[in-house]
């Protein structure tokens, strides 16, 4: 068993030890197993990665983070900075996997529309840090919406995330952050890592939804560039 089917598996051990809410009736119509986290998409070498809140229903039935009309924004950028060329919606937008990770603060979907809880979130917590830590070997983690930002607030001085957050500059400023984690082992382990934050692509974020591909594009280019 490779190291990442271990981390996946402790994950699923962990959903198994205690219950939390899921939205079983979606995974069930998907003929998945509700407790086998959905933790990452794309590639594990790539130097970007998007962290979003968590799973909607499209991203359970394909098992991948980003999927339904957030994650079609998101790889829809992908792809024209890639490949310098405007998708159309039969434009198979797969092969942008290849440059990218995707992932979400839990590896599963909450019942409804509604974000987990703190408590959950402190739960599966150490399983991200080992993803982002020990198994992605990039730096650059864009995060969508202010559920995602809020979740590296602990890996920065008390109040410091808040500060920055707070700015009228945040989606076009950085925020460097060290991650820490422990193994199974007790061993510390760190990665310098720059938080990009870009505000949710939903159509209900009124404010920012006609902005995000020219601020998702400002990101990507800075990163691929």
Not at 157 to 185: C, H
Request: contains cysteine; hydrophobic residues 35%.
């Amino acid at each position: 068993m490779s190291d990442i089917n271990q981390l996946i598996a402790q994950v699923y051990a962990e959903a198994k030890r205690e219950s939390f809410p899921i939205d079983e009736p979606v995974y069930q119509a998907a003929g998945l197993d509700p407790k086998m986290p959905i933790l990452y998409g794309g590639n594990l070498e790539s130097p970007l990665c998007f962290f979003a809140r968590d799973l909607g229903k499209d991203e359970v039935l394909v098992q991948q983070p980003l999927y339904g009309a957030a994650g079609r924004h998101v790889r829809q950028g992908i792809y024209r900075t890639l490949f310098q060329k405007e998708p159309n919606r039969s434009t198979d937008l797969s092969g942008v996997l290849e440059h990218v990770l995707l992932t979400n603060t839990v590896p599963y979907k909450p019942p409804g529309n509604k974000a987990y809880s703190e408590n959950v979130k402190k739960r599966f917590r150490p399983f991200l840090e080992q993803l982002l830590i020990r198994h992605w070997q990039g730096n650059c983690i864009i995060t969508l919406g202010n559920e995602a930002f809020k979740w590296f607030s602990p890996y920065a001085p008390k109040g410091e995330a808040a500060q920055f957050f707070a700015g009228s500059d945040r989606y076009t400023s950085s925020f460097p952050i060290t991650l820490t984690a422990q193994d199974e082992q007790g061993q510390r382990h760190e990665r310098s890592v720059t938080i990009l934050p870009l505000p949710h692509p939903s159509p209900l974020n009124q404010k920012y939804y006609a902005q995000f591909p020219q601020l998702l594009q400002q990101r990507l280019t800075s990163i691929f560039s």
